[in-house]
């Protein structure tokens, strides 16, 4: 069945309705017109234990919009290629993967409830036939995973995943298990800065830095892993949230100086 064109696919969810009742269904187009079903806030919180049920992946985050703008843009990143995505909640990027020609999507995430959509939404977008669903917690990801499918990976993507500085060492072990030499895991991220107050002026102030995200590329390199900044904060935001960025990790053979930036919006 040919595809359509990138700018013409749109991915549909279904996503939690705040009074708990009852799921809808929402549209999203991966330019970003649409506007997420609901744009949270806060942070959410950390991964809670697993008899506490996890509900932040019923929602859609603004950086998967990001990221799928920028996988509209470059569909033959994901063209042809089995794709894992971590993380996935509503899975909009794993599903636009497999609607820009992914040859599969494997979606995953930890907690159940979440998962429990994500079939239906791979339905509703006609994509059945090229997606799966897993379960994978990125604190055992070897439990979830055959020995052939570890180090096989090219490309992995997620989006808002480095949420709290708990899940980094986590999500590093992740994908370092399941990244190909020359794989790469192309990551959607919201920056969120503290807010402290500042000793000298008495008054509140946002921190310099995203300590999850700074741990995050410190780690990387730590563990032998490539990491590359697609974009930066004035060439990737959604108008009325906080910046977005995109980063791009490799493994130890992955050619990361090839993979495009994101150009500015001006
Ligand atoms: C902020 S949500 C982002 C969801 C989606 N990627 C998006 O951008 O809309 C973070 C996701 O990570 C998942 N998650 C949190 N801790 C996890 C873990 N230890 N293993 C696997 N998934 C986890 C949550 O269930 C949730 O779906």
């Not at 063209?79 to 894992?84: K, S």
């Not at 509703?124 to 979830?144: E, H, I, M, T």
């Amino acid at each position: 069945m040919p595809l359509e064109p990138p700018e013409a696919q749109a991915v549909k969810t279904l996503t939690w309705q705040l009074d708990g009742r009852s799921s809808r269904s929402s549209q999203q187009a991966p330019d970003g017109a649409a506007q997420p079903a609901t744009a949270p806030a806060a942070a959410p919180a950390a991964a809670q234990p697993e008899e506490d049920p996890d509900l932040i992946g019923l929602d859609i985050w603004p950086a998967s919009i990001a990221l799928c703008r920028y996988l509209t843009n470059h569909p033959e990143l994901v063209a042809g290629q089995r794709v894992l995505e971590l993380g996935a909640g509503m899975s909009l990027v794993g599903l636009l993967c497999a609607a820009l020609g992914a040859q599969h999507a494997l979606l995953t995430d930890y907690e159940p409830q979440v998962l429990a959509h994500l079939q239906d939404n791979a339905a509703l977008n006609s994509l059945q036939q090229r997606c799966a669903s897993l379960r994978l917690d990125w604190r055992q990801p070897a439990a979830s995973l055959a020995p052939e499918q570890q180090g096989s990976w090219l490309r992995i993507v997620a989006a808002d995943v480095l949420y709290a500085s708990a899940v980094v060492q986590p999500l590093i072990s992740t994908l370092r298990l399941l990244l190909h030499p020359e794989g790469v895991a192309l990551i959607g991220h919201q920056v969120r800065r503290a807010i402290v107050l500042d000793p000298a002026t008495r008054l509140p102030r946002l921190e310099d830095e995203d300590e999850p995200l700074e741990k995050f590329k410190a780690a990387c390199a730590a563990a032998g892993l490539q990491h590359r900044l697609l974009s930066s904060r004035e060439t990737c935001s959604n108008r009325d949230s906080d910046p977005m960025v995109l980063l791009a990790v490799g493994g130890p053979q992955a050619r990361l100086a090839e993979l495009p930036l994101l150009p500015s919006e001006s």
